[in-house]
C-alpha cells in the first residue's frame, strides 16, 4: 500500500511493460485533459488522500501526469451548482488518470 492510515485503494493498468519509476517532481498534477496527445497507462482511485499521494502513485509507475478528479465529499443544499458551492473543493476520495504524452 502507497498510503498510510486507512485508504482504500483500487487501480487498473493497462501497459504490458513495467515503466520506470520517475520523480514526483516530475510529474505534472493536472486538473483537466491536457490539449496534448497521451496514452493512459492506468486508472486510480484511493479513499481518504492527498493530491500529492496521488502524485506519488503516478510517479511510481512512470506517469508523466496525473488527471484527479475529486469525489463525494460535502456539499450545501442551497447552492445546487458545484461552481458556487463553497464545499466544492470538500473530498473524500480521488480518482487520477495517469498518463504517458505520446512522442510527436
Known sequence: ???????????????????????????EVLWETPPRPYV?????????????????????????AVIVTLTGGWYSESEIWAENDRYSKSYRGLIGTA?????E
Do not use: W
Request: aromatic share 8%; hydrophobic share 40%.
Open 40 to 64: 493512459v497507462i492506468a486508472d486510480l482511485q484511493a479513499s481518504h488522500v492527498t493530491v500529492k499521494q496521488m502524485q506519488k502513485r503516478a510517479a511510481e509507475i512512470g506517469a508523466d
Open 1 to 27: 500500500m502507497f498510503i498510510a492510515g486507512c485508504a482504500n485503494e483500487a487501480h487498473r493498468y493497462y501497459l504490458k511493460e513495467k515503466l520506470p519509476m520517475k520523480n514526483i517532481k516530475e510529474v
Open 99 to 103: 498518463i504517458k504524452y505520446k512522442k
